[in-house]
């Protein structure tokens, strides 16, 4: 019976006590109904945090933890949203798509969670995105994968806080043709991830006159790499490499002894070496070779207030390992998704009055209405543009060169390099 009653005498309740400050003064004299609506505001805003807590997404679970208990002790330092406390429920789903799916329905039916979040690994993802749109509850995924923009998902997905894979790569595709080769060898994970690196990629360095002269599709859970290496061409004048998961330190290991010396160029994405020490033995032959980074693991001569204040929040010192630890390196070219997309939580909520599970709707609307996000403490990756069809945003890219053990920034890309045509309009689905 009260949650057939009580979004709309919320609503009202709110009205009334704007309007008669005595009145709200003097709660034992307000009706039953007006102190209940009252009493309901001030509930938690309960935010379902789906975490790879193990899995092969584990190293990233853990930061994605971290960076998101700081951006919620940031926001309720400041009062909250629309004047109520932030609180956490989280969840482990394994990296497993059934687990996930589990997850979403339990933040909707059991923990009355006002919404979902924080989701990366994209089977994960997609595995998930269906029942969070038959249970209405808006879920904010960190992913990268191009699932959501795609129109594969629903109208209560949204990715508002990391650009995904299919920007990154067109973003990536002029500098790889035009500073290291034209005839690339692809090595990627063998899931929805790794596809869109092969499929975009492949695509985005033909329209600049390179060509994919092999792909090599690598199972997530493989721990030992040496037997694919030999399928690389000999013609082969750039390996770009992507791995994910608890392997990955052996996998870049093994890509150096396999070469030697006498090695192509390489461009990888940071992926290959998420949460791993720079300074492990192995590595030293990455010296001069190139990744991507969706923010930079070295603070950078010109590293900005934004990312300082960043930094001491989540406890990450200039080199990217934990302050506590500094052999405890961090996934810091993903999880400031977490930060940023709780902040557009924060401020979507605030734009639509929100105040409850009733209010779900008016939530989605806000975020799809949002464009323009500056750089500021709450962006602190760079500026970014929301596109609200697509449910996607997009952002700044940078590429790095490894010299003398350390990520330096070479090449940083502009908003526009990242764009692409719309393939969905999820404005058009109803909520």
């Known amino acids: 019976m009260t949650k057939i009653i009580k979004a709309p005498t919320r609503r009202s309740a709110l009205k009334t006590l704007a309007l008669g400050g005595g009145a709200a003064a003097a709660g034992a004299s307000l009706p039953l109904w007006a102190r209940y609506a009252q009493a309901q505001t001030s509930e938690p805003i309960r935010i379902g945090f789906q975490v790879h807590r193990t899995g092969i997404g584990a190293a990233y679970g853990r930061w994605y933890d971290r960076t998101t208990t700081a951006a919620v002790k940031r926001i309720n330092d400041a009062g909250g949203i629309n004047g109520r406390m932030v609180e956490v429920i989280a969840e482990d789903d394994g990296t497993d ?7 979403v329905e339990k933040f909707a039916t059991q923990h009355n969670c006002d919404i979902g979040f924080g989701t990366l690994f994209s089977h994960v993802v997609i595995g998930s995105a269906p029942r969070a749109g038959e249970l209405k509850l808006p879920y904010f995924v960190v992913s990268e994968g191009h699932h959501v923009a795609s129109g594969m998902l629903n109208r ?73 290496f030999p399928k690389i061409p000999r013609e082969t004048e750039v390996v770009y490499h992507v791995m994910v998961g608890p392997a990955v330190l052996t996998f870049v290991k093994e890509l150096g002894e396999f070469f030697g010396p006498s090695r192509p160029e390489m461009f990888g994405f940071i992926d290959s070496l998420e949460a791993v020490d720079m300074g492990s033995a192995g590595l030293e032959f990455l010296d001069g070779t190139y990744f991507w980074e969706g923010n930079p693991r070295y603070a950078q001569a010109d590293q900005t207030s934004h990312d300082k204040m960043y930094r001491e929040a989540v406890g990450v010192d200039e080199n990217g390992a934990s302050v506590s630890d500094p052999r405890d390196v961090s996934t810091y070219a993903h999880m400031f998704g977490c930060w940023e997309t709780l902040n557009v939580v924060k401020a979507g909520m605030e734009a639509s009055g929100y105040q409850g599970p009733a209010d779900r709707a008016a939530l989605i609307e806000a975020v799809e209405a949002m464009g323009d996000m500056p750089l500021s403490d709450d962006h602190p990756q760079g500026a970014k543009r929301f596109n609200g069809k697509t449910h996607q945003v997009f952002g700044h890219q940078y590429i790095s060169k490894v010299e003398d053990g350390r990520m330096n920034v070479v090449h940083t890309t502009s908003i526009e390099d990242t764009l692409y045509p719309d393939e969905v309009d999820y404005t058009a689905q109803s909520l």
């Open 97 to 103: 798509p059934k687990r996930g799916a589990e997850v």
């Open 156 to 228: 209560y997905t949204l990715q508002p806080g990391i650009t995904d894979v299919k920007s990154q790569v067109i973003a990536m595709a002029p500098f790889v043709s035009e500073n290291l080769g034209k005839k690339i060898t692809m090595i990627y994970p063998d899931f929805a991830f790794g596809h869109d690196h092969r499929d975009y990629f492949s695509e985005a360095i033909a329209a600049q006159g390179g060509e994919v002269v092999a792909q090599i599709a690598i199972p997530p859970t493989e721990t030992s790499f040496t037997k694919y």
